[in-house]
């Protein structure tokens, strides 16, 4: 009787076993895989230039501030300040646009769509 168990016993294992090592062999399914995202890259160009003149935003008619610059070409180049550009002097303490005056140097970074996103007055 102990014989017939355990025989019971050794082919379940056996079979148990071809049944997992079949469910191995066979390729599973891959999950699906996600569409990836990319981001959209911000192209921006860099300007160093002397600022020629500067016109304040204004609410009420709905423009936005405007530099005008002059690089060492001279080369005149009218650019729109975003709202939430940087604006840093030479010491790289925040100011605001209007503490910039006509003839500073500046290095001026804008996008592709003539949107000022940062200012840094140079020496």
Same mark, same amino acid.
Not at 64 to 88: F, N, Q
């Given at each position: 009787?102990?014989?017939?168990?355990?025989? #019971? *016993?050794?082919?379940?294992?056996?079979?148990?076993?071809?049944? *997992?090592?079949?469910?191995?062999?066979?390729?599973?399914?891959?999950?699906?895989?996600?569409?990836?995202?990319?981001?959209?890259?911000?192209?921006?160009?860099?300007?160093?230039?002397?600022?020629?003149?500067?016109?304040?935003?204004?609410?009420?008619?709905?423009?936005?501030?405007?530099?005008?610059?002059?690089?060492?070409?001279?080369?005149?180049?009218?650019?729109?300040?975003?709202?939430?550009?940087?604006?840093?002097?030479?010491?790289?303490?925040?100011?605001?646009?209007?503490?910039?005056?006509?003839?500073?140097? #500046?290095? #001026?970074?804008?996008?592709?769509?003539?949107?000022?996103?940062?200012?840094?007055?140079?020496?």
């Amino acid at each position: 009787m102990k014989r017939v168990i355990a025989i #019971v *016993f050794v082919l379940s294992l056996a079979i148990s076993g071809i049944t *997992f090592a079949a469910e191995t062999m066979t390729p599973a399914a891959a999950p699906a895989a996600k569409p990836m995202v990319t981001a959209k890259p911000i192209l921006s160009n860099t300007l160093i230039a002397k600022v020629e003149s500067i016109m304040p935003a204004d609410p009420v008619k709905g423009t936005k501030a405007e530099i005008m610059l002059v690089d060492s070409m001279g080369k005149k180049t009218t650019l729109a300040v975003k709202p939430t550009a940087t604006i840093y002097d030479a010491k790289w303490a925040p100011i605001t646009l209007d503490k910039i005056a006509s003839g500073t140097s #500046v290095k #001026v970074r804008y996008t592709a769509g003539n949107e000022v996103t940062s200012i840094n007055v140079i020496k």
